[in-house]
């Protein structure tokens, strides 16, 4: 091992050994449930509903996406802000790279980030080289944050190095651009491999931490959001540094983003309910946030 790993890895054991990484997931599981059991109700307002709406990374990651197709994604966006002007906007439209310069030529709205996948989506399976290469196109056509996929393998074969190397490197590539490490929390297994991913995340320079690209089942859970938020939570108490939080993948009802939005205020509480440090990322779940929000059912996007 080089004295340069070396002197790495010591720092990584160092910033873990700061943290309980023994984590029970049947005590999270229990947590989680009482959570749901006896505050989401609480939360279940139409104020609630429009905060939300205002958290959603409006997102299209298909295969059969074109320059039309986001072109007209992007112009939703801009008639969502004349059609509902008493509404919060969406918080950010997240495409592929090769798309960054349709939607910054095409978004006309104010403070609607513009976020690409990069570093090889969804799979992470790249060398470093060409990973800070996409990103750095995507931030010169236009995307203002990146959501980058940490290096899966590496971490279960227990190479953090690796783990941590990459990260430190794509956020180098991103400079002032936000970034968000996406764990693959389904991958992952164990509330304590969560939190240790968390962490090597948030040490490493991750703006945000995500659960999942959506690609992969399980994707977001209640209980991988919970350690995460804890992770977070922790980190910030013994660095003071705030770190955003991003679910993703299977939102698929109100009661969803309800559960989300509550495991954040009672991990972490009121400092983290703005639109710019929770996310949700999604496609489907801004229609019915908005249906429930007028009344009646509504498919605008």
Known sequence: MTEQKSVQKSHIEEALSKYNLEVSDKEVAEKVKQIIAEKVHENDTPEVKKFLMGSVELTTLKTTDSDESVLAFTERVNQFDEQYPALPHVATICVYPRFAKVVSETLEVDGVEIACVSGSFPSSQALIEVKTVETALAIKDGATEIDMVMSVGAFLSGDYETVCDEIQQMKEACGDRKMKVILETG?????????????????????????????????????????????????????????????AGGLNSVMDALIYYTIVKEVLGEQWLTNQWFRMGTSRLANMLLSEVTGEETKFF
């Not at 040490?203 to 995500?210: C, F, L, Q, R, T």
């Not at 089942?217 to 108490?237: G, L």
Request: net charge neutral; with cysteine; proline share 5%.
């Open 187 to 247: 991958c992952l297994k164990t509330a304590s491999n969560i939190k240790t991913a968390s962490l090597l995340a948030m040490y490493s320079g991750a703006d945000y931490i995500k659960t999942s690209t959506g690609k992969l089942e399980p994707a977001a859970t209640p209980e991988a959001a919970y350690v995460m938020c804890q992770a977070i939570k922790e980190y910030y108490d013994e660095t003071g540094v705030q770190i955003g939080f991003k679910p």
